[in-house]
């Protein structure tokens, strides 16, 4: 259960994430997999840290998932960014296949 303390800091810092621009470690990470699957139709990098670039969460859109499972695909996402991984304490990887 989440206390509302808890509940109203996330949604301060949500709020401010959504007027403020990205974060240098959204950027570079964003750079990375915009690099290694060039056929991402959609990509989204969130550092959900509070902006100390320790956890992050992935959304992205790609061809080059047809054909692989989930852990397949977030394999090769983990793969993209190992490198970067290894300065993060977690990381949230949400893959799909664009269905046209």
């Known amino acids: 259960m989440i206390s509302i303390s808890r509940l ?8 401010t994430r959504n007027v403020s ?4 470690g959204e950027v ?14 959609s990509l ?13 969460e992935i959304h992205i859109e790609s061809k080059e998932f047809k054909g692989k499972r ?6 090769l996402v983990n793969q993209a960014l190992q490198e970067e991984i290894q ?6 990887i949400f893959t799909t296949i664009p269905r046209n």
């Open 8 to 15: 109203v800091l996330r949604y301060e810092v949500q709020l």
């Open 21 to 24: 621009t990205q974060t240098e």
């Open 28 to 41: 570079r990470i964003a750079k990375v997999l915009k690099e290694k699957f060039p056929l991402a139709s």
């Open 44 to 56: 989204k990098v969130v550092d959900i840290s509070g902006g100390c670039g320790s956890m992050y």
């Open 70 to 75: 989930t852990v397949q695909q977030h394999q």
């Open 87 to 92: 300065a993060m304490h977690g990381l949230r």
